[in-house]
């Protein structure tokens, strides 16, 4: 099966002497990992056992790069002035990793280099960065596929090619599409569809022309897609690299190729795709073979193993003091003393795991109180000194719908938290796929009122302001009471400043992401109650807020019940498994309270003091909502826009994680950070000047 596909690749070279005429062809149709191929792959990209080019996996805000090794003389007249014309035709697939949620895209790339260093994820494709993006001393002509709309660069669609000289603004772009053979009727064509699409792109040094066409067979259509006059002689050097390059943002797609022809001065032979390699099967087989033959190796290797641990053990078993730790009040643990009432952070004693480090149960040797210990890995010493040095505040905070923070240890890299253990576990793992056991609605609104007055009391009642960041059903933890507290407050600003302190993160989770957050990266009270209007829904209707395994018209829950809410019809959102006993007076109460928290527009969303107000039963909701959908006083368009602005170009993880572990609010399982920098470069380049 890995035989069948060789990969025929011709090249020619003509090197007629006097006029240094230079003709290159070469065919791909599949691609060989062993034999030498002539290609040069870094980021990601790899070339699959059975011949595919994979540019980009499904790992967020990768980029991957795949280059004709060798320069290609592009200019070949007397006096290299003038670009040659050429001609590509390549076959591609993109598959998302979640249907029709998928990120960023992919080009086919000339540069100047073969490696593009420096070059960026996201919105970049891994082309460029927002310091040289439209400098034209770039020299990058590139044709990008791109599957996510980003307004900063004017996208046209979520679906569209486009021409970007020095630049990812494009000069020039359409919607995907494609002419069917013999036909003159335009076809959509949905990119991240996983299908094979061939495209060819051709420049007419003569004519200055350049045309870009699609399709789903082998054989060319008449028509192209894009048609569009440049002279690439300024843009392009005498030699250039060719290939292609592609980025994931946080949302990701597998980007494949599956052949590609080239050629210098004439028309790049079509592909058959019949005969290019498939989308690689998962690799079962192939782990047990690895397994198999590396079993030796590991024993051998172990003895060194345990050698290299113990003297790693003996370096890193010491708490780390740092001057600015002993200003802090006396919520300190030594080391030992977590480790033992953790018997050794013993695997029996996980709680759960995820982004934010392992959490596990604790019996405190002084007290014998049981408490929750979080084990927080964390390689920037910056984001944690700031960090540790609001514990003494979090400390304080103290509120009965809140998961008391008991104390800290630092050790080297490592950051622990103590809290309070909540026996009965996180909500998420009550509401989503098929829980365990059915909370009855009076149990709903009983922790649906907890948290709104322990967000009340973080926002207005304690003496600052305190910003939650991370608001969701796996940071609400639920007490033996199943009264439902709030987990993990502050924690996500540990994220915010990255490895890399030209970036500001946004923490939090899709689906609980206020628009606004995503442009101005600076979390409000607002943006809180934005996740919390989420939540409302959510225990409400018993589902995520973004279902992959929903219908497409019920993939986002506010649109969802928004749209049921304009039927007439709200009630058929409350949760089937509730079998209709509830109270319906309440439940209208939280999913309209929910709509109202979800608005767009940060300004309109109640404060939490209203919304608890509302759901006391102290003030009655208004009769009637506005339309979610409109935005800033625009029409629908614009919050098409805003949609596609907010889902694909945000993180992907956490939201359809298959395992509901005991506790994510504990483990911070499904945090997701955005740059929001590459988002908006003019932005966070201000908060840095800061
Ligand atoms: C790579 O290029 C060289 C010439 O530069 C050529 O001889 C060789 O056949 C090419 N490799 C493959 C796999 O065709
Ligand atoms: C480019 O080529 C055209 C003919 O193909 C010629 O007329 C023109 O002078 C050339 N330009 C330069 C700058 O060499
Ligand atoms: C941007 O990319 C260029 C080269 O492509 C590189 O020299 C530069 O360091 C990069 N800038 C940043 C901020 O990464
Ligand atoms: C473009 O890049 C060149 C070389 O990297 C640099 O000297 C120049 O300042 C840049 N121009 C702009 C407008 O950023
Ligand atoms: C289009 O390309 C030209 C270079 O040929 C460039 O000067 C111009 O800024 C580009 N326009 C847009 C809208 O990107
Ligand atoms: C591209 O497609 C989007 C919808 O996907 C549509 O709103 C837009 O009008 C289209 N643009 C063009 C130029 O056809
Ligand atoms: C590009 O498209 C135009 C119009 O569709 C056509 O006349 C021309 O021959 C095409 N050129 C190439 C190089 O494909
Ligand atoms: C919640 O915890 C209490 C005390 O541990 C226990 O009795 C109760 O059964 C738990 N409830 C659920 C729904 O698990
Ligand atoms: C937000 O609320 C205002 C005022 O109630 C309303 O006019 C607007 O349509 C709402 N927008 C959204 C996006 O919910
Ligand atoms: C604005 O409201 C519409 C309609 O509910 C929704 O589809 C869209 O996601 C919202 N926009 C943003 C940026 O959240």
């Known amino acids: 099966m890995t035989k069948k596909i060789k990969p025929t690749l011709v090249l020619v070279l003509f090197v007629l002497l006097s006029r240094t005429v230079v003709s290159v062809e070469f065919v791909y149709n599949g691609f060989n990992e062993v034999e030498p191929n002539n290609l040069s792959v870094n980021g990601v990209a790899q070339i699959s056992k059975n011949g595919v080019l994979q540019l980009t996996d499904e790992t967020s805000r990768v980029v991957g790069h795949v280059f004709y090794k060798n320069p290609i003389r592009f200019k070949n007249d007397q006096f290299g002035n003038n670009v040659s014309s050429f001609s590509t035709a390549f076959a591609f697939g993109i598959v998302p990793e979640y249907a029709k949620l998928g990120g960023h895209g992919f080009a086919f790339t000339i540069s100047t280099s073969n490696e593009m260093k420096g070059a960026r994820p996201s919105q970049y494709l891994g082309l460029l960065n927002n310091s040289d993006v439209g400098n034209f001393s770039n020299h990058l002509f590139a044709v990008e596929f791109d599957t996510v709309q980003d307004f900063e660069l004017g996208d046209i669609s979520d679906n569209h090619v486009g021409i970007d000289i020095n630049n990812l603004e494009s000069n020039a772009s359409v919607n995907a599409s494609y002419f069917s053979e013999g036909s003159s009727t335009k076809q959509n064509l949905f990119l991240q569809c996983g299908k094979t699409i061939q495209a060819w792109i051709d420049y007419d040094s003569s004519r200055n022309l350049l045309n870009v066409t699609l399709s789903m067979s082998s054989r060319k259509p008449s028509y192209s897609i894009l048609s569009y006059h440049v002279d690439l002689s ?21 980007h494949y190729i599956f052949g590609w022809s080239f050629k210098m001065n004439g028309m790049a032979q079509s592909l058959d795709l019949d005969s290019l390699p498939s989308l ?31 003297v790693i053990w003996k370096f890193k078993n010491i708490d780390v003091i740092e001057p600015w730790e002993l200003e802090i009040g006396p919520h300190r643990f030594s080391y030992k003393e977590l480790k033992k009432a953790t018997r050794g952070f013993r695997d029996e004693e996980l709680l759960g795991f995820g982004g934010f480090g392992r959490v596990y149960k604790g019996l405190l040797p002084k007290t014998n109180n049981v408490v929750a210990v979080k084990r927080i890995n964390h390689e920037a010493k910056q984001g944690l000194q700031e960090f540790v040095s609001e514990i003494a505040t979090i400390g304080r905070l103290r509120h009965r719908n809140l998961v008391q923070l008991i104390g800290w240890c630092r050790r080297s890299g490592d950051l622990l938290l103590v809290y309070d253990f909540m026996p009965n576990g996180s909500l998420d793992k009550y509401i989503y796929d098929e829980p ?70 946004v923490v939090g989770t899709l689906g609980y992401l206020a628009p606004e957050l995503t442009k101005t990266g600076k979390p409000t009270t607002s943006s809180d109650v934005f996740a919390f209007g989420a939540l409302l829904l959510e225990v409400a209707c018993g589902r995520r807020p973004i279902e992959a395994k929903a219908l497409p018209e019920e993939l986002i829950i506010v649109d969802w019940v928004w749209d049921k809410w304009s039927e007439g019809a709200i009630l058929e959102v409350v949760d089937p498994r509730l079998n209709g006993e509830y109270d319906e007076m309440e439940a209208l109460m939280v999913l309209k309270l929910g709509l109202m928290c979800s608005n767009n527009t940060s300004s309109k969303r109640p404060s939490m003091r209203l919304v608890v107000r509302y759901l006391e039963g102290e003030v009655v909701l208004p009769e009637t909502l506005s339309a979610p959908d409109e935005y800033d006083g625009k029409k629908s368009g614009a919050s098409d826009m805003e949609l596609e602005d907010f889902v694909p170009s945000y993180p992907s993880s956490s939201y359809l994680e298959k395992v509901s572990t005991w506790s994510s609010a504990y483990d911070g399982e499904g945090d997701i950070d955005i740059e929001a920098n590459s988002a908006r470069p003019t932005d966070s380049g201000r908060e840095d000047n800061r």
């Open 234 to 254: 300024p843009i392009l050097e005498e030699f250039m690299y060719v290939g292609f390059s592609a980025s994931t943002g946080l949302l990701a797609s597998s």
């Open 280 to 310: 690689p099967k998962p690799k079962k087989d192939q782990t047990t073979l690895i397994v198999a033959t590396s079993l030796s190796a590991v024993m051998f290797l172990a003895f060194g193993l345990i050698l290299a641990l113990y």
């Open 436 to 505: 365990r056991v059915v909370l009855t609605w009076e149990q709903r609104f009983k922790i649906i009122k907890g948290v709104a007055s322990g967000l009340l009391y973080l926002h207005e009642e304690w003496e600052q302001t305190v910003i939650h960041r991370d608001i969701k059903a796996g940071n609400v933890l639920l007490d033996s009471e199943m009264n439902g507290r709030l987990g993990d407050f502050g924690l996500a600003k540990l994220y915010e400043r990255g490895a890399n302190p030209s970036t500001t993160r």
